[in-house]
């Protein structure tokens, strides 16, 4: 099926948004373990390779903890000691893959390059105390595609934020996951009725080639 938006959509004033696709949240047994982000690790590199073609920039978030307890800590108990979930520097070894590794880097499954950009972020939303609407107008960006994990969490609080600071947004459905099947469909329920786009990776991949 052709992509239909609410608004008009130009690829070449695009960008790929990957939020906290991390370790931390995506790995097997991970302190804020999405199982259903695994799901989505096919759909989302395929958007990579799609914007990679389009010459447009992929740009990464990562989630992290802060040096000083925050009002986010008291319900994200995990990040607290001895757990230390998206603690900068930390690492841990998970089951589903050798070794360790950095609890808040983007997983290795993921087509995440040196030069993309990336947002550190220490609260929910990709755009607040971050560069990420500077980092979008230096590439003369009017819209985002989202993907990632937390759907009703990370993923919501980008998308509004997004939303608020003039970009037009399409959420990948297949690309963005949660823990809750219940949340996760009325998130995207909701984001589709006032803030953005939802629509399947294929469709927008078909979109933009």
């Known amino acids: 099926m052709p992509l239909e938006l609410p608004f008009e959509f130009d690829p070449g004033r695009s960008a790929l948004v990957v939020v906290d696709m991390q370790n931390d949240f995506v790995r097997e047994t991970a302190p804020l373990e999405v199982p259903d982000a695994r799901k989505t690790i096919v759909p989302i590199n395929n ?3 799609a914007w990679r073609a389009l010459g447009r920039p992929v740009i990464f978030t990562h989630f992290q903890a802060g040096e000083t307890p925050s009002l986010l800590w008291t319900w994200s108990r995990q990040i607290h000691a001895p757990t230390n979930c998206c603690k900068v520097g930390f690492r841990r070894t998970y089951p589903d893959i050798e070794g360790e590794r950095d609890c808040i880097a ?14 550190d972020k220490y609260w929910y939303g990709s755009f607040f105390r971050t560069p990420l609407k500077d980092i979008l107008l230096s590439y003369g960006a009017d819209s985002i595609v989202v993907t990632g994990t937390v759907t009703q969490i990370c993923v919501e609080d980008t998308v509004r934020q ?3 600071e003039g970009f037009k947004v399409i959420v990948a459905e297949d690309g963005v996951s949660s823990f809750a099947p219940d949340l996760h469909a009325a998130t995207l329920k909701n984001i589709a009725m006032k ?7 294929s469709e927008i991949i078909a979109a933009v080639q």
């Open 195 to 201: 803030f953005g786009a939802v629509a399947p990776s």
């Open 106 to 119: 983007v997983i290795d499954e993921l087509d995440c390059r040196p030069e993309d950009p990336r947002i």
């Open 47 to 49: 958007l990579i390779g």
């Open 162 to 164: 997004a939303f608020h």
